[in-house]
């Protein structure tokens, strides 16, 4: 457990970067297992979709891709940054002025006004937000390349135009603000956590000088009395600012969108969660709307809706209308899930469980809550054909040279294709297969990163009620 975190990459919106060395082994052998299994499952299936010819027919050029794009959306891929010189106009005529980003105190005053005025983009075009209507949530942070294609692919989303997409930012970027602002396909709204290590570089939730440093001994850090030698992890390691922002951000998101916004007040309707690196199939909306439907009578239990699942490879991939339904996993079923505001309502009396556990991973510390605290514990009914994709990391297979953004979306790209041209997009219906046996997903201990008491208590703070 010592090397868990060294492993890792900058921090991310993302969750695909917990790493757990001990379990590596067993992992590596269930990818093994898994590619046998769905090797031989594809022997035996009618509707296999030309995946051996599709890698070869795969083509990742940057032209393959706006190819593959209707060129009315192209301006979300190609639009400009700032980081160039600006031409203004003065009295003296036009003179260049380089691109100055905002500094701290501005990005903090910007910030906390955009967080009052509640801004809804669109509104006049679309209308105002139904009680009903699904409210699509995507954490982003700082990954503009990713966060363009995702945005390209919700406006080719069926329904799209009914939605409100909230776009929930922990990094403050007028390139990003930019992009998101010239959406018109749907409402529109951003929110900004206040609490980002990008606005407290020097200071707790960022860095603070007087914290321990991550590998100091309890002891020692007791005799230089650095501020939180108290509370270090499960493993004996202090706070990285780093690895706990995001478990912030995702429970300061949710405070926020349920419970905070004038425009969710009255809100029953589904709200679902994306990120920054993920890629939606055109019927998206379409089957949560299929599958919200059909819960009542498939799964009365199943508060989650869930529409994606990791695909070890894009290769060997049946697109269908199966459902299957099971006990929410974090690691399995933290893409593109969906549930309402009287679910929030218990998550949120379980606070304590989640802010308080010894895990910087949200989705771990979900799921923690989940079967420790909640009394309808989380269940959710999947659907087997993923429509959430993530983009953001090569799958397993990839070696690192050849692994870029543009391959993985390229092969998206072909797989829905390939739905498309089969019509296994928009289902008549879907229906409950048999899901695959579960090993009892037992609780172990927290990852750790999380055992700082200011964490706990800044995490607790978020769900204090604003009025
Ligand atoms: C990839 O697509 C681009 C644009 O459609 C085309 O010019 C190029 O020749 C293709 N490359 C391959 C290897 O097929
Ligand atoms: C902006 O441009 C300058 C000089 O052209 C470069 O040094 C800097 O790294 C760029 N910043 C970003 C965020 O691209
Ligand atoms: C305009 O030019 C005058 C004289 O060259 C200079 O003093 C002044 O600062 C300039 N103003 C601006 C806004 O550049
Ligand atoms: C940030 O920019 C504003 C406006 O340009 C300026 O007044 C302020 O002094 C700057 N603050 C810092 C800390 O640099
Ligand atoms: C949403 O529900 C509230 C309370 O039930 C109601 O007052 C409001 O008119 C509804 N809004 C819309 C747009 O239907
Ligand atoms: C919200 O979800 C719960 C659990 O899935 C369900 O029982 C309830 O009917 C839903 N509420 C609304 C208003 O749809
Ligand atoms: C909790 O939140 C309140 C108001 O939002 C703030 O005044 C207070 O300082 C916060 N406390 C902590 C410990 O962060």
Redesign the pocket.
Known sequence: MRARRIQLALPKTGTMYRRRNPYCFRIVLGIFFLFFLIFNLNIFTTQDLEESSMSDIT?D?T??IL?MVPSVFHKFLTSKTRNQTVAVTTQNGTITDPYHPPNISEILKFISKYNDLQIVLNEDVFGPLQNDSVIIVIQVHSRITYLRHLIVSLAQAREISRTLLIFSHDFYDEDINDLIQSIDFCKVMQIFYPYSIQTHPYDFPGVDPGDCPRDIKKDQAIVRKCINALHPDLYGHYREAKFTQTKHHWWWKANRVFDQLEITRYHTGLVLFLEEDHYVAEDFLYLLELMQKRALELCPQCNILSLGTYLKTFNYYTYNSRVEVMPWISSKHNMGFAFNKSSWREIRECARHFCSYDDYNWDWSLQHLSQNCLKHKLHAMIVKGPRVFHIGECGVHHKKKNCDSNQVIAKVQSVLKIARSSKQMFPKTVTLTVASILKKTKLRKGNGGWGDQRDHILCMNMTLPTW
Do not use: D, Q
């Open positions: 083509n050029s032209a393959a190819s």
